[in-house]
């Protein structure tokens, strides 16, 4: 059940019998030469709706415009800084709070959001439970098995698989392998916490930063989608059903 494809009298026959929402966050950002720049927003969407459907559960709009300032070299992405998206979750938060939503789950698609939304949610008066898509073990037995250290840390193969089964595929077959990262470079830069633009684009010249998009098909896609919203709705139903 989506929010805006709700009306009022809708959710509030919803609140009457429960009072949890699946939020996405995603971002606005290049995902390298053959991944949509709405990638981690199409992914964290899908993901929710698909389990907002097992779990019978209301899915809010996702939060699309979000910290991304390394990738403001490349055309197309759009960032906000922290601060203005920590503030935007917390307002939209305190409204389905307002509305009488208890639970509330966000389901989050985009590493450099996790630090800002945990800034400002810690102190809310209801449950509220934190997750990205890939934190379960049904995915990433997926991930490890298909694609190993390629994986990397951006414009992945896993995400781009997703996107290929439920939105386009792009032509990648001349691409080669990125430059392989360290397990200190990954450590180093966990959460996204790259460099300045123009130092980042200079590292990393067409946005991949150790994913080898190209190992995507969309046949992993389908598998990596039902794989994330199946354990997405399982434990969005544990969420609702706990006190926590």
Same mark, same amino acid.
């Given at each position: 059940?989506?929010?805006?494809? !709700?009306?009022?009298?809708?959710?509030?026959?919803? +609140?009457?019998?429960?009072?949890?929402?699946?939020?996405?966050?995603?971002?606005?950002?290049?995902?390298?030469?053959?991944?949509?720049?709405?990638?981690? !927003?199409?992914?964290?969407?899908?993901?929710?709706?698909?389990?907002?459907? /097992?779990?019978? $559960?209301?899915?809010?709009? &996702?939060?699309?415009?979000?910290?991304?300032?390394?990738?403001?070299?490349?055309?197309?992405?759009?960032?906000?800084?922290?601060?203005?998206?920590?503030?935007?979750?917390?307002?939209?938060?305190?409204?389905? /709070?307002?509305?009488?939503?208890?639970? /509330?789950?966000?389901?989050?698609?985009?590493?450099?959001?996790?630090?800002?939304?945990?800034? &400002?949610?810690?102190?809310?008066?209801?449950?509220?439970?934190?997750?990205?898509?890939? @934190?379960?073990?049904?995915?990433?037995?997926?991930?490890?098995?298909?694609?190993?250290?390629?994986?990397?840390?951006?414009?992945?193969?896993?995400?781009?698989?997703?996107?290929?089964?439920?939105?386009?595929? /792009? $032509?990648?077959?001349? +691409? @080669?392998?990125?430059?392989? +990262?360290?397990?200190?470079?990954?450590?180093? %830069?966990?959460?996204?916490?790259?460099?300045?633009?123009?130092? %980042?684009?200079?590292?990393?010249? @067409?946005?991949?930063?150790?994913?080898?998009?190209? +190992?995507?098909?969309?046949?992993?896609?389908? $598998?990596?989608?039902?794989?994330?919203?199946?354990? &997405?709705?399982? @434990?969005?139903?544990?969420?609702?059903?706990?006190?926590?």
């Amino acid at each position: 059940m989506r929010l805006n494809l !709700s009306t009022w009298p809708e959710v509030e026959k919803y +609140l009457e019998n429960r009072d949890g929402v699946i939020l996405p966050t995603g971002s606005t950002e290049q995902h390298g030469p053959i991944g949509l720049i709405g990638t981690d !927003s199409l992914c964290a969407l899908d993901i929710a709706e698909c389990a907002g459907e /097992i779990a019978d $559960a209301m899915v809010a709009p &996702v939060i699309g415009y979000t910290p991304a300032p390394f990738n403001m070299s490349f055309p197309g992405t759009l960032s906000v800084s922290p601060e203005t998206f920590g503030r935007l979750v917390e307002e939209v938060v305190d409204g389905l /709070i307002h509305h009488g939503f208890g639970h /509330i789950y966000i389901l989050n698609g985009h590493g450099a959001n996790l630090q800002p939304m945990g800034d &400002v949610l810690a102190s809310k008066p209801v449950a509220i439970r934190l997750r990205s898509w890939w @934190d379960f073990e049904p995915v990433n037995t997926l991930r490890r098995q298909w694609y190993g250290d390629w994986e990397g840390m951006h414009a992945t193969p896993s995400e781009i698989a997703i996107t290929q089964a439920r939105y386009r595929i /792009i $032509a990648g077959d001349d +691409l @080669d392998p990125p430059e392989k +990262l360290t397990p200190e470079f990954i450590k180093a %830069h966990a959460g996204d916490r790259h460099g300045p633009a123009d130092e %980042h684009r200079s590292r990393f010249p @067409d946005g991949r930063v150790g994913s080898h998009s190209s +190992l995507a098909t969309p046949e992993q896609g389908r $598998a990596l989608f039902e794989a994330a919203s199946k354990a &997405v709705a399982e @434990d969005y139903a544990a969420f609702v059903g706990s006190d926590t």
